[in-house]
């Protein structure tokens, strides 16, 4: 029996233990899911590290055939929505799950901690495993996918943050304010010097050496922009 099979053979089954609890008293159903629930806890905890690996393998190879047979299910689609929905208004209303939860994800509980996931995965649940994730992760965010597909212009020169402004002072007398852009600048003009004006007289001088000066700028409405030769 496949992934697919198990998971359709697996999905009869519930809907057909649903059927039953739905078709009893709401005390019934109280009790039977909270007694269901009792035995799964118990049942997992009691059963071998090899035991539980081999099952949480099956499990997810299981769900995942069950996902992908819903996905053009615009009905199913709405419940897992709704579901997600009411299941996290339940924990943001509810501090004491709130907080369970938090310290379920963080520092060394977080299943990640440490850890490469690829390698994890890996480690866990084989290489064909892993290399699915990997490829999954890949195609998520390769080509258009990506945010910043063919939008580099949009973080270059001074739209990028961490860009520096800088005044500089020539000796043929030419002075240039690069606004993020002294990095092209440096590359362009400067790489005809050796060593480099920057790098042996640093971003903050205090007066003018051998005909340089360079100054790094923190606000750029201090600088009068008339006096200088803009560079783009």
């Given at each position: 029996m496949n992934g697919e099979e198990y998971g359709k053979y697996?999905?009869?089954?519930?809907?057909?233990?649903?059927?039953?609890?739905?078709?009893?008293?709401?005390?019934?159903?109280?009790?039977?899911?909270?007694?269901?629930?009792?035995?799964?806890?118990?049942?997992?905890?009691?059963?071998?590290?090899?035991?539980?690996?081999?099952?949480?393998?099956?499990?997810?190879?299981?769900?995942?055939?069950?996902?992908k047979s819903k996905r053009g299910d615009v009905e199913f689609q709405k419940k897992l929505k709704e579901r997600a929905r009411k299941a996290q208004e339940t924990i943001e209303n509810?501090?004491?799950?709130?907080?369970?939860?938090?310290?379920a994800k963080s520092g060394e509980n977080n299943w990640?901690?440490?850890?490469?996931?690829?390698?994890?995965?890996?480690?866990?649940?084989?290489?064909?495993?892993?290399?699915?994730?990997?490829?999954?992760?890949?195609?998520?965010?390769?080509?258009?996918?990506?945010?910043m597909y063919k939008k580099g212009y949009k973080i270059s020169g001074s739209k990028n943050g961490r860009a520096i402004n800088v005044i500089i002072h020539m000796p043929s007398g030419e002075k240039y304010l690069c606004i993020g852009t002294f990095k092209k600048f440096s590359k362009e003009i400067l790489s005809k010097f050796k060593p480099q004006p920057?790098?042996?007289?640093?971003?903050?001088?205090?007066?003018?050496?051998?005909?340089?000066?360079i100054k790094k700028i923190s606000n750029i409405n201090d600088v009068n922009k008339n006096n200088y030769i803009l560079y783009e």
């Open positions: 697996i999905n009869k089954r519930v809907s057909s233990w649903k059927k039953t609890v739905a078709s009893r008293s709401p005390k019934y159903q109280k009790s039977i899911n909270k007694t269901h629930s009792i035995n799964m806890t118990n049942y997992w905890k009691n059963i071998s590290d090899e035991k539980r690996a081999e099952l949480s393998t099956k499990n997810s190879i299981t769900l995942l055939a069950y996902y509810n501090p004491e799950i709130r907080q369970r939860q938090k310290e990640a901690y440490g850890k490469n996931i690829y390698n994890h995965l890996n480690e866990k649940y084989g290489k064909e495993r892993a290399d699915e994730y990997r490829k999954k992760i890949k195609n998520r965010f390769t080509g258009e996918k990506n945010g920057h790098r042996k007289y640093g971003y903050n001088m205090s007066e003018d050496i051998n005909g340089w000066f």
